[in-house]
């Protein structure tokens, strides 16, 4: 299994976001919320998580805010950047993950 982490910032409110997952075999076996900021950016964080779980990395590089707000609701502009700093910390962490794997 490969540990991947990954941050992402939403510059305009100071949210951050850090996710880490687990590969094994292209395959995200875990995926945990280890920082979060505001209210959505938690809640999305932990969404993506559990969407992870059991997926191929290339379908969660493929998850987009449309995707979490099936989850979290409807959400007005800020929150969707809320969103996308999860989004962001998700991808992160699988790129490096990936490049872990890779090296």
Known sequence: MTLGSGTDVNP?????????????GGVVAEARVVQSGC???TKAAAALARLA???SQGDVLGYDVPLVTTQLGR???EQERCVAVAIGALRNAI???????SA
């Open 12 to 24: 305009r409110d100071g949210d951050r976001v850090k996710i880490e997952v687990d590969l094994a």
């Open 39 to 41: 209210e959505v950016s």
């Open 53 to 55: 779980r059991g997926q």
């Open 75 to 77: 959400l007005d502009e």
């Open 95 to 101: 790129v490096s993950a990936h490049t872990r794997t």
